[in-house]
């Protein structure tokens, strides 16, 4: 009963590869997010979906596609991976109201060689 | 722009004491304000949010936070931890209409328990 899971768990990968990350939540949320988490445990917002539709890109590099299928799935594909992309990916998802907390998933622990 | 201040990287306490992590948030409007809570290598886990309302508001695990306006703060406060309550907590505003679209987050205080 996950409420929100992310696939892979860990991925370790080399510069220039290209990977995707795969998000499902089974709660009926509307919104999902994407967040990365650096090694100083620094949180910041990346995309954010409601019903399919994108309503928050930022400064991400173009590097970055997301792509919600349905309001169930949200995956991020990276293309070209750098060193600094190392990090833990977070996403997460909600009601679009005024009462929903985010619900996080457990992290997708990126590592670029 | 909105953001949030921790400004306590890292807290140590012992077990039976009080806790009080500050939170410092800036923003133009009414804010919206949350604590999360990451154990390791987990994700984040709502402690306790602010829309409205009073501004004393209680969460799970028996924590409480403060909303104080005239200070623009919002500090997490529990009268006694337990070794469980080690981890990393995050204080975060939420921004757009409906206020939890957007969260930007501090920089965290890691909490650590001493026997």
């Known amino acids: 009963d996950t409420a929100v899971s992310q696939t892979p768990k860990y991925l370790v990968t080399q510069m220039g590869n290209d990977k995707s990350i795969k998000c499902e939540q089974n709660?009926?949320?509307?919104?999902m997010y994407w967040y990365k988490q650096d090694s100083k445990k620094f949180l910041k917002i990346m995309f954010s979906y409601n019903n399919k539709e994108l309503i928050i890109n930022e400064t991400v590099p173009n590097r970055f596609s997301p792509k919600s299928p349905d309001k169930a799935h949200l995956n991020l594909h990276i293309n070209s991976l750098e060193l600094g992309d190392s990090a833990v990916y977070f996403c997460?998802?909600?009601?679009?109201?005024?009462?929903?907390?985010?619900?996080f998933g457990p992290g997708t622990r990126l590592t670029v060689t | 722009a909105q953001s949030v201040t921790q400004p306590d990287i890292h807290i140590t306490v012992s077990e039976g004491a009080s806790l009080e992590l500050r939170c410092n948030y800036s923003?133009?409007?009414?804010?919206?304000l949350f604590w999360y809570v990451q154990s390791p290598g987990q994700g984040l886990q709502l402690l306790l949010k602010y829309f409205s309302g009073d501004t004393l508001v209680q969460g799970i695990k028996g924590f409480e936070a403060e909303f104080k306006r005239s200070q623009s703060s919002f500090n997490l406060r529990k009268p006694s931890v337990h070794w469980s309550d080690a981890a990393e907590y995050f204080c975060?505003?939420?921004?757009?209409?409906?206020?939890?679209?957007?969260?930007?987050f501090g920089t965290g205080t890691r909490l650590t328990i001493i026997p």
């Open positions: 975060a505003v939420g921004t757009s209409n409906f206020g939890n679209e957007k969260l930007t």
């Open positions: 997460a998802s909600s009601l679009r109201d005024r009462s929903g907390e985010q619900y």
């Open positions: 923003y133009g409007a009414t804010p919206y």
């Open positions: 709660l009926g949320h509307d919104t």
